[in-house]
């Protein structure tokens, strides 16, 4: 069949094709002028990609800082069709992240989760987050904290010995391997109560599917690639077998969590309680009163026990989140130490000062290394784990003349922040002397944001930061990380010495 048009005759199939793309497109491009209407200005958006082709020309950090150079503080984005206001205005954060924190409660959600990390604290809404953030704060409370550190600083101390070993014979190494191995041991013990070498054992299973999961090439994961470009299609790649994890990967964890769960219940019951991470989700699984020792618990916080799914979902999140962010941390630490000689030399006297002839770094003392904090706090604003964080706006709400409605979704560069000259000068380079205590007095809290902002940031911070300095204690004490060349390696410093080679 063939239709005329202007004295042509035009094959149907063809029309039909030039009015599904034109209808294609139209959908694709609808929500293109929704924040232009009010007001906003950023890069163009092309139907399907958005502007995401901004974060692959620049990177996903620095693209968000060149567009605050160009469109100034508070801009539009578009995740495919979806428009998304990103605010880097620290006035505005403060509104957004505590004050009308009600509007702003809730996370982005890039398509349906699937079981078994269908419940995890990252994605649960409103009252759900809040009952499960209550239910699992005291397991990072300073008590906790404190009765963990042995156990961080035998791992630090396996993780000292690894890398004099290996600096010794090899010329060059990925020290994030170790860093990374290093945290794993940590979760495992200080979470789950499970004993694992995966410094020397490199292949253990725990740590090959842990590496396989947090692998996001688009190559070897497509459901990365989509929920970047094409987010309006994640419904139907979940529907079809994609996920962001591998059902081995996650079959492996799920055992592991459910296995444990199983010893304990059938532990002798004169063996003492451990305290950790999974002891806790299993209490308020049931309800129970915080045990002594956890502290700063209000028993009145949690509404409701915790289901099955939401023990697992968290569970297994926990070792995903803490692996990546612990080991990535301390590689740009340890990076930036080799970078900046005089820094390290000064946290190393500071160390000897504080530790005297301890051969442990104790919970008291970690909070007397003022300097290495400083060290940590600019290396975080250097490498933050997060380049950017988003929330989900729940309702018509204006904030210093913006209006957000439902449904927007607000994006916060924090790498951005943590680059802005206005903010830091020479943003680039590595001071520690930024964050001084009458420094960080007088910083606007919303200008650096490592771990988030406000009652959703990140409920491990203060054991990710015990556990990063601890570790840092043992190796910058013990070991002298060069200023690196492609051929650089670490030298172990001999027991008997006073000083570093």
Known sequence: MEIPLLGFVIPTWLVLLATSLFLIYKYNTRNFNVLKDLGLDGPKPYPFIGTFYRSIQSGIGKGPQENMLRYGKVYAEYSGNVPVMVVGDPDMLKQI????????????????????LDKMMTILDDDEWRNLRNATTPAFSGGKLRKATKDINECAANLMNNLGTVADVDA????????????????????YGVDMDSQNDPDHPFIKHMKSSLDFSIRKKPFFAIAMFCPGLLPLASKLGFSFFEKETLD??????????????????????RQDFLQVMMEAKEMKSAKEGLGEADDNRQRKPLTDAEVLSNC??????AYGTIGDAMSMILYSLADNPEVQEKVFDEINSVLGDSKECSYDQVKQLSYLSMVVDESLRRYPP??????????????????????????IPVYALH???????????FIPERFTPDKKTEMNPYNYMPFGQGPRHCIAMRMALVELKVALVHVI???RIPN??????????????????
């Open 97 to 116: 992240m505590v004050k009308e924190f009600g509007f702003f409660t809730n996370r982005r959600k890039f398509g349906p989760a699937t079981k078994p």
């Open 172 to 191: 060059t190494f990925d020290v994030k391997k170790y860093c990374g191995s290093f945290s794993a041991d940590v979760i495992a013990r200080i979470a």
């Open 252 to 273: 492996y964890f799920t055992n592991l969590v459910h296995g444990t769960i199983k010893m304990r219940k059938n532990a002798d019951a004169a063996a003492p309680e």
């Open 316 to 321: 297994i999140i926990f070792f995903f989140a």
């Open 386 to 411: 997060a380049l950017m964080v988003d929330r989900l706006c729940s309702g018509d709400v204006v904030i210093k003349g913006y209006k957000f409605f439902k449904d927007l979704v607000v994006t």
């Open 419 to 429: 680059m802005d000259p206005e903010i830091w000068p020479e943003p680039e380079k």
């Open 477 to 479: 004490r013990n070991l």
């Open 484 to 501: 690196f060349t492609l051929s650089s390696k670490l030298t172990i410093q001999p027991s008997s010495s006073s000083g570093r080679h």
